[in-house]
């Protein structure tokens, strides 16, 4: 009969001690990969590690607050991106420019030909910023308009208040059903004709199929007067006229002629 030692007896039972904790490990990680997902058990270390919080900073590590992150800076608004103003740049006199297919710096140029101009974006007129950077409110000339006008900065040539009449077949702010009013009479776009020049096309409203028939009756009502230079001279803001100062004289107190006639 075979004798078994102390010893072997003892490595026995350290050795069924260790697969019970092997077989244990075990059983617990299907668990864990059920929960995960068989790939995320696998491979997943790595998503595991970073959704893990950030540990908090110690008081010991910093007792001071000396090594603290600055806060991320905003980003900064974009210079040329925006609504966009045309500002004339003698007065500083702006207006809104519409969306359309031309670049803002030509609709205002053909707005404004007369002077030089200079377009400038953001959603006031006060924070608007130009393509370079610099801000309306920074200009040489901003809002000088409100203190005086000048006759000799104007966008039509004639006066400081109007605006050049720009061809309709370049206007590309026209959307289908715009009427206009023309020498002719009143029309209506109808859109661009496809081709190789892409011109621009217009409608009598009286045979315009987007109006109804009561509107097509009541613009056919309408006349259009012809411009001529007389309008255009009469619609000119007068000249400026001093008129002499007079000295007004000083009327006498209800005291003072009660005095004189006691």
Do not use: H, W
């Not at 090594?67 to 991106?81: D, F, I, K, L, M």
């Not at 309306?136 to 208040?161: I, L, Q, V, W």
């Not at 012809?226 to 007004?248: C, G, I, K, Q, R």
């Amino acid at each position: 009969m075979r004798t078994e030692l102390p010893y072997q007896r003892m490595r026995r039972r350290m050795t069924s001690v260790a697969a019970a904790m092997l077989v244990s490990s075990v059983a617990l990680a299907p668990r864990s990969a059920a929960a995960e997902g068989l790939f995320d058990f696998f491979f997943g270390g790595q998503k595991q590690q970073q959704q893990k919080a950030a540990p908090q900073a110690s008081f010991f590590a910093d007792p001071f607050g000396l090594n603290q992150q600055a806060a991320p800076t905003p980003p900064r608004a974009v210079a040329g991106s925006g609504p966009a103003f045309c500002v004339r740049s003698c007065d500083g006199r702006y207006f809104p420019l519409a969306r359309a297919n031309a670049s803002p710096v030509q609709t205002c140029q053909a707005f404004c030909p007369a002077s030089p101009t200079k377009v400038f974006y953001g959603s006031t007129i006060d924070g608007a910023a130009s393509a370079t950077g610099e801000r309306y409110a920074d200009s040489e000339n901003a809002f000088a308009y409100r203190k005086a006008m000048r006759a000799d900065c104007t966008c039509n040539g004639r006066d400081p208040a109007g605006l050049a009449p720009v061809d309709l077949t370049l206007d590309t702010s026209l959307r289908p059903g715009d009427v206009i009013a023309t020498t002719n009479g009143l029309v209506a776009y109808s859109g661009v004709k496809v081709g190789i020049n892409q011109t621009a096309e217009f409608t009598p409203v009286a045979s315009y199929p987007g109006l109804t028939a009561e509107v097509r009756a009541r613009l056919g009502e309408m006349k259009v007067a012809p411009v001529s230079a007389e309008t255009v001279a009469n619609d000119a803001p007068p000249p400026n006229v001093e008129l002499p100062t007079a000295s007004v004289p000083k009327v006498a107190s209800q005291k003072a002629k009660r005095a004189e006639v006691d």
